[in-house]
């Protein structure tokens, strides 16, 4: 992975010196066996087998020592360079695991970090995840690989699909809300960015026949929510109305309306702005 930050640390700096140590070591211990192997005698022979021993143990602890190196950053080429040339890698690289987009970096440079803190995030756009809250009501009913209808709060003409992958099975203390976790299905004309905000449409089942009409059609003045219903004469009335559920293309009419009646759909607003002016 690509280097996204440097750290200096005491521990990688004594994790470099006991390596060499080790180093130096094995080969010390390799002479030596060599040089017993070519004598015959019965005490060369059995201090043969002792350094054998000794020497299968510090290559053991050498390899150890290179792995840690490795997984804490090092590239093998630095680890040769380090071995060969005694000299050490004065800063601890930090490899970005993934290949994507770097967010959230917000360290400086000499600031002290703890080995528990988080330096940065990765994000693969490639595979977007919608990270969202369920109210306390309705978390009884997300289940695991329900469908999913995602619309962006800036680009209110993008809709995306995506399943529920997941869920936390708890709720916050905070806003009593329940956090789910949405794997997107579609792909956007336009990329998407991290912190983005949207709404999300969760298909839990088949529910009831309702009377339901789209947002478009409802005029709300603070509590209050109004619709345009055309009479026989043709002319359209302004109508209070009581709604129920919703979602992002529809909202219930429980009360103020019958069955068949027409509603203005799409010109709603324009019949509002002249009911305001005739008043």
Do not use: C
């Not at 970096?105 to 756009?125: A, K, T, Y």
């Not at 690989?145 to 699909?161: A, C, E, K, N, P």
């Not at 069955?259 to 759909?265: D, L």
């Amino acid at each position: 992975g690509q280097i996204v930050a440097e750290v200096i640390s005491p521990e990688f700096k004594n994790l470099q010196l006991q390596m060499l140590q080790a180093a130096l070591n094995s080969e010390l211990l390799q002479k030596i066996a060599d040089s017993l192997g070519e004598a015959r005698d019965a005490v060369s022979q059995r201090r043969l087998l002792e350094t054998r021993s000794q020497l299968t143990l510090a290559s053991s602890q050498r390899e150890t020592l290179a792995r840690k190196l490795l997984s804490a950053g090092l590239s093998e080429q630095q680890l040769q360079i380090l071995v060969q040339t005694r000299t050490l890698v004065p800063r601890l690289p930090v490899r970005a695991p993934i290949s994507g987009v770097l967010i959230d970096f917000d360290r400086l440079l000499g600031q002290i970090v703890q080995p528990e803190q988080s330096l940065f995030e990765v994000h693969d756009p490639r595979q977007s995840r919608v990270l969202g809250f369920v109210s306390e009501r309705d978390s009884s009913s997300i289940r695991t690989g329900q469908t999913v209808r995602i619309r962006l709060t800036g680009r209110s003409d993008t809709i995306l699909h995506g399943t529920v992958s997941g869920s936390s099975g708890s709720l916050g203390t905070d806003d009593r809300t329940m956090l789910i976790w949405v794997d997107l299905q579609s792909s956007s004309a336009e990329p998407l960015l991290h912190g983005m905000h949207a709404s999300l449409t969760i298909d839990t089942g088949k529910s009831e026949r309702t009377l339901a009409v789209p947002h478009s059609a409802i005029i709300r003045e603070g509590s209050r929510s109004f619709v345009f219903v055309r009479d026989p004469s043709g002319i359209f009335e302004r109508r209070s109305v009581r709604t129920g559920r919703s979602d992002d293309f529809h909202v219930e009419l429980t009360d103020g309306i019958s069955a068949g009646e027409v509603v203005a759909m799409t010109a709603a607003q324009a019949l509002q702005t002249a009911y305001a002016a005739l008043r």
